[in-house]
């Protein structure tokens, strides 16, 4: 018997011995045991296709797994998925209230969480911006802030940043560990960069290829908040550079 339990008030993310086999008889994950903690930032890098996104469908409820579970609160769980995901008829600020809408709060405080989380992101002054004014990181920058308006206690990446380029990139992922180290959630992030995952996170989970499994994991040991240049640091390229290793060797 498997289940996807919502735990009211967990404020972490566990994975408990997670398998997800389809229908059609593809194995994308196996025997998956990982926790996220809050306060933890944990970054998951592995191979395309090794089921990275499953583990976030099968987190957010969007799947069920076929063998183990899953213990979250999902009632304020926060997913912030590869595309920006806005409305192209509403402006940013009324993008960033959908959330707080469909929770049914009062004009005033959606208003309030809106603004709040505009100014969080850093996009005060477009808040009567359409979409299609907006860069490819504004726009990323907005529906974090939608997220945002959630407060989750449990924040869910899905390679959010992989459409834009290096430098706002890199911007998006200093702004994202302050976010962190603000709002103090306990945050699930994937990625194919490995810069990415090690500038962020307090721990990077490498996981093979198909059927995904976790092949290894490295603390990360930098306080926050975590300086731009902390990527020119040795430490850094040598921390990078094992989980690099670990990589490549999870592709065999
Ligand atoms: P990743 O995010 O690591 O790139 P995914 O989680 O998207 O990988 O997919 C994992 C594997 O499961 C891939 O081989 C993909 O083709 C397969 N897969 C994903 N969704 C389905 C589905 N609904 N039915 C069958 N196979 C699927």
Redesign the pocket.
Known sequence: MTAATTARGTESLSFEEVG?T???G?E??RNVSLTVSKGEFVTVV????????????IASGL?EPTAGRVVVDRDRLGYVFQDATLLPWRTVKRNVELIAELHGMSDDERDRLAEEAIQLVGLDGFQEHYPKSLSGGMRMRASLARTLTLKPPVFLF??PFGAVDEITREHLNEETQQLFQREGFAGLF?THSIGEAVFMSTRVVV?SA?P?QIVDEFDVPFPYPRDPDLRFDPEFAGLSGEVSHALRGSHS
Not at 46 to 57: A, D, R, Y
């Open positions: 997800m389809f229908p059609d593809t994308a994950v592995g191979p395309s296709g090794c089921g990275k996104s499953t583990l976030l469908k799947l899905d390679e994937i996981m198909r995904g």
